[in-house]
Antibody, heavy 114, light 107 residues
Framework: EVQLVESGGGLVKPGGSLRLSCAGS????????MSWVRQAPGKGLEWVGR??????????DYTAPVNGRFTISRDDSKNTLYLQMNSLKTEDTAVYYC?????WGQGTLVTVSS | DIQMTQSPSSLSASVGDRVTITCRAS??????LGWYQQKPGKAPKRLIY???SLQSGVPSRFSGSGSGTEFTLTISSLQPEDFATYYC?????????FGQGTKVEIK
């Protein structure tokens, strides 16, 4: 059974940093491009970014609102995806999901507030 | 970025009704489109991929069609468990973009 389990969410002040993790199991993690998608309270889904597999270069791409502030990385030895979020803004408040596109984690809530 | 315009934004329907949701892309995306169902407090679940391929385990009352810029999700006979919000997602070019969602409510 495929599982994606996010962790690391919480309350952070504007300008602060947070690192999210996503542990994958039940599939060959190293072969899969992984992504982060977020959903602000009561709003729709928004793509954050993705990281390719190592065999495809392990490069990461980001949407404009987070480019330069967020960094996606992966540790295939631990089957874990990361999202490092810096210079957080109130508008980054959302549930953050990791996803293979087909499979999704349950999400972790990030609240940016003073 | 490719804009995905989804309609309607909400609809009310009864159990047994046929429901159709549309997504229009701002430029051609071939068949690089998926449909997702999301229930309150839950993660999205993929129903359809490649515009018309049914995800394994998804009931056959769900179907997708379209190519290029116009796509539809059809629920042939709405069931109580289908009341949810539905999103389309294009993956033809980066960044992937979602439609704004269609909330299907009980009439």
């Amino acid at each position: 059974e495929v599982q994606l389990v996010e962790s690391g969410g919480g309350l952070v002040k504007p300008g602060g940093s947070l690192r999210l993790s996503c542990a994958g199991s039940g599939f060959t993690f190293s072969n899969v491009w992984m992504s982060w998608v977020r959903q602000a309270p009561g709003k729709g889904l928004e793509w954050v970014g993705r990281i390719k597999s190592k065999s495809d270069g392990e490069t990461a791409d980001y949407t404009a609102p987070v480019n330069g502030r967020f960094t996606i990385s992966r540790d295939d030895s631990k089957n874990t995806l990361y999202l490092q979020m810096n210079s957080l803004k109130t508008e980054d408040t959302a549930v953050y999901y990791c996803t293979t596109i087909k499979y999704w984690g349950q999400g972790t809530l990030v609240t940016v507030s003073s | 970025d490719i804009q995905m315009t989804q309609s309607p934004s909400s609809l009310s329907a009864s159990v047994g009704d046929r429901v159709t949701i549309t997504c229009r892309a701002s430029q051609g995306i071939r068949n690089d489109l998926g449909w997702y169902q999301q229930k309150p407090g839950k993660a999205p679940k993929r129903l359809i991929y490649a515009a018309s391929s049914l995800q394994s385990g998804v009931p056959s009352r769900f179907s997708g069609s379209g190519s290029g810029t116009e796509f539809t999700l059809t629920i042939s006979s709405l069931q109580p468990e289908d009341f949810a919000t539905y999103y389309c997602l294009q993956q033809n070019s980066f960044p992937p973009t979602f439609g704004q969602g269609t909330k299907v409510e009980i009439k």
